[in-house]
């Protein structure tokens, strides 16, 4: 944790003005999980606190929302907080859903909210902290940023958090996005053979197996076997679910356009 202390002119009630250039271009420049992890841990540190946790709901174009969690906290609990669905039961989640306002905390005084929750927070070491979202359509960024102890816990009431705050989930919403896109976005165009693009062009457009394979001159059995090799490439549960895959990826735009398939 960082030296600094409450009684530093620069840091009233906790809080310190933004002045820390280098750490936030580290973090802005970020485009993979680790460079983010080491940009929200230096962050963090200059600003006073223990842990950073970055985290994004994106639902564009697709049936259920791709979330992907960026933490200065051991592996294992990003996939215990995501394997048990913590977001569900969060209170920071669920005002940071609701509002751009910022959230700030102390978990021994928010306990009868959500018990498991706010238990897991200080087992890891998150005792008091303050969560800022950033809202677009159909994505939302959160970040927390959190400490053992400090002066939130002896305020009476919570401080106030500087205006200039405000950029930092947007900042981290730009580093998650950009790896959203890179790490968990499913795979480039050439990964798809031109049948299996061929029939998922037609499934898009409303055709059934058996329609889709009088129109390619197969058996629909294959046309079913491609539909599932694509599906499984995708990640998707459905033929509905790849189909809004592929249109967020841009294979429609590209590569059928390129096969000349335009019908």
């Known amino acids: 944790m960082s030296n600094a202390t409450s009684d ?15 750490q936030i271009a580290e973090l802005a420049g ?14 963090a540190s200059a600003l006073g606190f223990d842990v950073a946790i970055a985290a994004i709901e994106d639902w564009r174009g697709f049936g259920s929302p791709i979330r992907h969690l960026v933490s200065t906290l051991p592996d294992a609990w990003s996939e215990m907080y995501l394997a048990r669905s913590l977001y569900r039961h969060s209170p920071v989640v669920q005002h940071c859903r609701a509002s751009t306002d910022a959230m700030v905390w102390v978990a021994q005084r928010r ?4 018990p498991e929750y706010w238990s897991t927070a200080l087992q890891h070491g998150m005792a008091e902290g303050v969560s800022l979202s950033s809202h677009r359509p159909q994505s939302l960024a959160l970040l927390t940023l959190a400490r053992r102890e400090g002066p939130f816990s002896a305020a009476a009431d919570p401080p106030a958090v500087p205006l200039e705050y405000s950029m930092l989930p947007r900042m981290a919403h730009d580093c998650l996005l950009k790896i959203v ?4 976005m499913p795979i480039a165009e050439h990964q798809f ?15 059934t197996s ?8 197969l058996s629909e059995a294959t046309v079913n076997f491609h539909l599932q090799r694509v599906m ?3 990640s998707a549960s459905n033929r509905q679910q790849a189909v809004a895959i592929a249109t967020a990826m841009g294979l429609f735009n590209d590569s059928l356009k390129r096969h000349g398939q335009q019908g």
Do not use: F, N, Y
């Open 8 to 22: 530093d002119p620069t840091r009233p009630h906790g809080l310190p003005r933004l002045i820390v250039a280098p």
């Open 30 to 43: 970020c485009t993979t999980t680790r460079e983010m992890r080491d940009g929200l841990k230096k962050l």
């Open 111 to 114: 306990m009868h909210e959500a």
């Open 181 to 184: 896109h890179a790490e968990r």
């Open 193 to 207: 053979s031109d049948r299996e693009l061929e029939c998922l062009h037609w499934s898009a457009r409303g055709k």
């Open 210 to 217: 058996a329609e889709t394979a009088q129109l390619l001159h």
């Open 232 to 234: 499984a490439k995708l």
